[in-house]
Structure formats: structure tokens, C-alpha cells
T-cell receptor, first 116, second 114 residues
Framework: AQSVTQPDIHITVSEGASLELRCNYSYGATPYLFWYVQSPGQGLQLLLK??????LVQGIKGFEAEFKRSQSSFNLRKPSVHWSDAAEYFC??????????????FGAGTRLAVHP | GAVVSQHPSWVICKSGTSVKIECRSL??????MFWYRQFPKQSLMLMATSNEGSKATYEQGVEKDKFLINHASLTLSTLTVTSAHPEDSSFYIC??????????FGDGTRLSIL
């Protein structure tokens, strides 16, 4: 069965510091991979996705992620964190079907706090 | 980009009542929509997959008679929590997408049962 692991429940960084959020997945085929961000009491916003091709993907708000098949990882990075990046971050894997993917399996999430 | 509108954003009601939550795709047609439940400080758990014109597919452990899903058109799916009780209080989120494109999420509905 597919699963997604986000090892870090909470991360605190200083504003301006670099950030890396870890994500490992378990899936037999080529996965559809996503990172979403959620602010308190709101829905999810897509940061970036990986379907195929270049393993380093660029997203919105200065985020990027790298797909490493050998490590079953899809870590999210940002070179310089802003106070507005404080939120909950979810990694997700989509189960592939003919023509795309269907339901998403989410990791437990990583709560990011940013110190001024 | 694709937008999913979810309504209401917050509802408080008495135990025993039924509550309907709507999820609309505003600028695309969603043959499939998904309903999630999220407890405080936890991840999203898929409840069911809503298919336009057919019965929803429920995940294991989700009571289909408690959580009624209707997907009568390509732009509207509804979730009705029947005879709601305090343990049904949660944050419910829907999502929709096209084929192999990323899912777009509604802003969620916070349900509080007194």
C-alpha cells in the first residue's frame, strides 16, 4: 500500500535561513508527487508537483523539490525563509491510473514556525 | 487557474441534525471529486471519492449511511452528515481536478456539533 512519511512534525527556523522539509514515500510504480501548504483554518494550496521529467521541480513562492527515486524521497527546499512561510506543509503521493492518477495519500504534515 | 468553492466555511449545529456541505468547481468540470476529513493538527484522511452520475466510493471505515455524497452534476458534489453528533465535529475539505492535473482544494468547512 502507498504511504507517505514526513519525519519532522515541527520545524523552527529563523527568517532568512534555508529550509528543507523531508518526505519519503512508499509506492511500487512511478509516483505522482505533490507538496501542499495549509494556513490555519484554510484549504490546501499547491506548491509544486512532480509527474515525470526533470527531477528538480520549481514551485511557487520560491520553493523547489527534488525527486530522488533511489531514496524514495521528495524533499522540499527554500533558500531563504520568510515569516509568511509559517504554515503546515503536506507531502502527498497520487496513485497512478490510466491517464493520470486518482486519490491522494497525504503525509502527517510538518508545521513550520519562523522566528524573526 | 482552476477554482473549487466550498460552502459553508463554518457551521455550528445541534446534535441530531443533518448538515449539507457543497463543493463546486467554478471554472472546470470535475467528473471526480474527493472528500477529506481533517482532525486538529492532523493530516487529511480521504473519506470518499465522488463520481458524477454514479455512487460514491467510500474508504474503509467510513460509514456511507452517515456521510451521504451526491455528485449530480459535473460542477457540484455535496456531502451530507446525517444525524450529526459531537464526534463528527471536524474540518471537511473537498477537492477536484481534471485527469492527470493536480487536485484543487476548497477552503474547507469547519463543522462543530454541540
Amino acid at each position: 500500500a502507498q504511504s507517505v512519511t514526513q519525519p519532522d512534525i515541527h520545524i523552527t527556523v529563523s527568517e532568512g535561513a534555508s529550509l528543507e522539509l523531508r518526505c519519503n514515500y512508499s509506492y511500487g510504480a512511478t509516483p505522482y508527487l505533490f507538496w501542499y501548504v495549509q494556513s490555519p483554518g484554510q484549504g490546501l494550496q499547491l506548491l509544486l508537483k512532480y509527474f515525470s521529467g526533470d527531477t528538480l521541480v520549481q514551485g511557487i513562492k520560491g520553493f523547489e523539490a527534488e525527486f530522488k527515486r533511489s531514496q524514495s524521497s521528495f524533499n522540499l527546499r527554500k533558500p531563504s525563509v520568510h515569516w509568511s512561510d509559517a504554515a503546515e506543509y503536506f507531502c502527498a503521493v497520487g496513485r497512478g491510473i490510466s491517464g493520470g492518477y486518482n486519490k491522494l495519500i497525504f503525509g502527517a504534515g510538518t508545521r513550520l514556525a519562523v522566528h524573526p | 487557474g482552476a477554482v473549487v468553492s466550498q460552502h459553508p466555511s463554518w457551521v455550528i449545529c445541534k446534535s441530531g441534525t443533518s448538515v449539507k456541505i457543497e463543493c463546486r468547481s467554478l471554472d472546470f468540470q470535475a467528473t471526480t471529486m474527493f472528500w477529506y476529513r481533517q482532525f486538529p493538527k492532523q493530516s487529511l484522511m480521504l473519506m470518499a471519492t465522488s463520481n458524477e452520475g454514479s455512487k460514491a466510493t467510500y474508504e474503509q471505515g467510513v460509514e456511507k449511511d452517515k456521510f451521504l455524497i451526491n455528485h449530480a452534476s459535473l460542477t457540484l458534489s455535496t456531502l451530507t452528515v446525517t444525524s450529526a453528533h459531537p464526534e463528527d465535529s471536524s474540518f471537511y475539505i473537498c477537492s477536484g481536478g481534471l485527469g492527470d492535473q493536480p487536485q484543487h482544494f476548497g477552503d474547507g468547512t469547519r463543522l462543530s456539533i454541540l
